[in-house]
């Protein structure tokens, strides 16, 4: 009688903590995996070149302005006077929720590149 209350008192302690480990592993699993996309779009969005060799590798931008106070709205801290003749193109990448900013010229050339966190 004794074996089958420490067996139900193991199961008791060892399900919890499987759930728990499955749990976090697949955590780390999804962030690894936005993490890589997020520095995969970084990489390819190097200043000077046109904004259309990341379009073509990732799809179209989520958010797409050249409203500066949209800008300021994005996630990340800007300087309006920086925004100023600039267009934001914005990846979204999750979970967790991160964004891929991308700031260009008139002409669609690359000039700053920063992620955030939503």
Same mark, same amino acid.
């Given at each position: 009688? /004794? =074996? ?7 199961? #008791?302690? #060892? ?5 728990? $480990? %499955?749990?976090?592993?697949? %955590? /780390? ?5 936005? /993490?890589?996309? *997020? ?5 390819? #969005?190097? &200043? ?5 060799? *990341? ?20 996630? #990340?801290? =800007?300087?309006?006077?920086? %925004?100023?003749?600039? $267009?934001?193109?914005?990846?979204? *990448?999750? &979970?967790? %929720?991160?964004? =891929? ?11 700053? *590149? ?5």
């Amino acid at each position: 009688m /004794q =074996v089958l209350d420490m067996k139900k008192i193991l199961t #008791a302690i #060892a399900a919890p903590l499987l759930l728990i $480990t %499955c749990l976090y592993g697949g %955590c /780390q699993i999804l962030e690894n995996r936005t /993490q890589d996309k *997020v520095l995969a779009i970084i990489a390819s #969005a190097q &200043p000077g070149h046109p904004i259309s060799e *990341v379009i073509a590798r990732f799809g179209q931008p989520s958010l797409h302005t050249d409203d500066v106070e949209r800008m300021g709205n994005g996630g #990340a801290p =800007v300087n309006p006077t920086f %925004c100023q003749g600039k $267009t934001l193109h914005q990846y979204y *990448v999750s &979970p967790p %929720c991160r964004w =891929v900013n991308i700031y260009t010229d008139k002409n669609g050339i690359i000039l700053f *590149v920063n992620w955030s966190r939503s």
